[in-house]
């Protein structure tokens, strides 16, 4: 059975840092798409980075140049790096992965908690 699960999360203030970790167990995480997303309190749950299995990488417009998605192999892992962090960055974050075509599935971890203060 496949299992994410995601850390990192905190509290930090305006400005500062954090980086996330998203740990697979039950498969390898170099044969997934690997995604981050995010959900604010009353609102939709927004993806805000992603890394394909060649390690193309895709931002959102409210992210780019701030935070930075990678992945390690062999540790089984995927991080998010952010930097220069905002009020409204403040969310849960989550971890996906995912497959297409022939071997379609997709994955969950249980979230993270990210509060930004000003």
């Known amino acids: 059975q496949v299992q994410l699960v995601e850390s990192g999360g905190g509290l930090v203030q305006s400005g500062g840092s954090l980086r996330l970790s998203c740990v697979v167990s039950g498969s390898v995480v170099s044969i997934f798409v690997m995604d981050w997303y995010r959900q604010a309190p009353g609102k939709q749950r927004e993806l805000v980075a992603s890394?394909?299995?060649?390690?193309?990488?895709t931002y959102a417009d409210s992210v780019k140049g701030r935070f930075t998605i990678s992945r390690d192999n062999a540790k089984n892992a995927v991080y998010l790096q952010m930097n220069s962090l905002k009020p409204e960055d403040t969310a849960v974050y989550y971890c996906?992965?995912?497959?297409?075509?022939?071997?379609?599935?997709?994955?969950w971890g249980q979230g993270t908690q990210v509060t930004v203060s000003s």
């Open positions: 996906k992965a995912y497959r297409t075509g022939v071997y379609e599935d997709e994955y």
């Open positions: 890394i394909t299995s060649r390690g193309t990488t």
